[in-house]
């Protein structure tokens, strides 16, 4: 009888821990052309991971949700990997794909946030 006591308890604990699990939808706005994938990472304070998305690069807008988190508060950044090589590329004047960063408050068990993309090294050419 002891034994189903700690199978029922342990059952219960993992059901509260994956419930507690948050996803985040980001809309990723200002996206200046149909190239690559939209790269998304949420850094977490006490995840060992970070938590990643990707999305194909669609001019205007697309939307990346992430999950699995695990906390109040995230800090999220992304960019367009236009060339398809999964770094930011940089270029004489700074990043020359476009970027964005943001801190989150993650209140609920479904969050979402709207990031607008920054293409610095083209601005002033």
Known sequence: MKTLHWAMAASLM????????????????????DKGNILVMAKVAGQEQP?????????GKVIVTLEGIEANTAEISLFHDEDGDYKLKMGDRGPAEGYATRKCKLPAEHNTATLKLYYPATENE
């Open 14 to 33: 993992l059901v509260s821990i994956a419930a507690s699990a948050k996803t985040l939808e980001v809309t990723v706005s200002d996206i200046r052309n």
């Open 51 to 59: 938590a990643y998305g990707m999305a194909a690069a669609k001019a």
